[in-house]
C-alpha cells in the first residue's frame, strides 16, 4: 500500500499551491479520503475530507472558500487545491485513507508534504 503526496512547496501569502496524492495497493473507489495537516507544536487537525462518491465534503472552518478537495477514482488520485494561502497554513499536509465498513478494514496514510507560506 502506498499514498504518495506531491506538490507541496515555498509560497508567499495570498499564492496558491496543489497538491495531490496518488494511491495504490488499495480500493481507491471504496474509500474514504482526506488531507489532515500537523504544524510544529500542534496537533494533527482534518482539513477536508470527501466520502466515495464526492458528494460530501467537509472543510475546517479555517479554510472554507480557500481550499477544494477533489478525487478522480479513474487515477486513483486525491487532490488538494489551496488558493489564498496564508502564513498559518504551513504545515505538513497528509493524505489519509480509510475503510470503516467494508471489510478489509484500513487506515492508511501518506509520507506528508511540507507547505510553507511567508508573510
Known amino acids: 500500500v502506498r499514498l504518495v503526496e506531491s506538490g507541496g512547496g515555498l509560497v508567499q501569502a495570498g499564492g496558491s499551491l496543489r497538491l495531490s496524492c496518488v494511491a495504490s495497493?488499495?480500493?481507491?473507489?471504496?474509500?474514504?479520503l482526506g488531507w489532515y495537516r500537523q504544524a510544529p507544536g500542534k496537533q494533527r487537525e482534518l482539513v477536508a475530507s470527501?466520502?466515495?462518491?464526492?458528494?460530501?465534503?467537509n472543510y475546517v472552518d479555517s479554510v472554507k472558500g480557500r481550499f477544494t478537495i477533489s478525487r478522480d477514482n479513474a487515477k486513483n488520485t486525491l487532490s488538494l487545491q489551496m488558493n489564498s494561502l496564508k502564513p498559518e497554513d504551513t504545515a505538513v499536509y497528509y493524505c489519509?485513507?480509510?475503510?470503516?465498513?467494508?471489510?478489509?478494514?484500513?487506515?492508511?496514510w501518506g509520507q506528508g508534504t511540507q507547505v510553507t507560506v511567508s508573510s
Open positions: 470527501i466520502n466515495i462518491s464526492g458528494s460530501r465534503i
Open positions: 495497493g488499495i480500493t481507491f473507489n471504496l474509500s474514504l
Open positions: 489519509n485513507a480509510k475503510r470503516v465498513i467494508l471489510e478489509p478494514k484500513y487506515d492508511y
